[in-house]
C-alpha cells in the first residue's frame, strides 16, 4: 500500500507544472484573475497550486491547469445555471 500512496504523491507533484505565467497563457485568462481567484479563495493550495522551494520569503507558485480549469468550468456552470 505504501507504493501506491507514493505513486500518487509524485503523481500530484507532476500535476503542478506550470509557472504563473505559463498558466495565465494556457488558461487564458489575466495574473490579476489569477491572483483574484487565489485570494478569494477559489484557487486551494494543495489542489491547484503549491509553493516552489522551502524557505523562501516569497517563493515563485506553480500550478496545476487541469485542476484549475476544472474548477472554473464548474464556477461557469454554477453563475450560468
Given at each position: 500500500?505504501?507504493?501506491?500512496?507514493?505513486?500518487?504523491?509524485?503523481?500530484?507533484?507532476?500535476?503542478?507544472?506550470l509557472?504563473?505565467v505559463?498558466?495565465?497563457d494556457?488558461?487564458?485568462?489575466?495574473?490579476?484573475?489569477?491572483?483574484?481567484l487565489?485570494?478569494?479563495?477559489?484557487?486551494?493550495?494543495?489542489?491547484?497550486?503549491?509553493?516552489m522551494?522551502?524557505?523562501?520569503?516569497?517563493?515563485?507558485?506553480?500550478?496545476?491547469g487541469?485542476?484549475?480549469?476544472?474548477?472554473?468550468?464548474?464556477?461557469?456552470?454554477?453563475?450560468?445555471?
Amino acid at each position: 500500500m505504501e507504493a501506491n500512496s507514493a505513486q500518487t504523491k509524485l503523481f500530484k507533484q507532476m500535476a503542478f507544472n506550470l509557472t504563473t505565467v505559463e498558466a495565465v497563457d494556457a488558461l487564458r485568462i489575466s495574473a490579476t484573475t489569477l491572483r483574484r481567484l487565489r485570494k478569494e479563495g477559489v484557487l486551494k493550495p494543495g489542489v491547484h497550486y503549491r509553493a516552489m522551494g522551502a524557505g523562501s520569503i516569497r517563493p515563485p507558485l506553480v500550478w496545476d491547469g487541469s485542476a484549475i480549469d476544472i474548477t472554473l468550468a464548474q464556477r461557469s456552470r454554477r453563475v450560468l445555471y
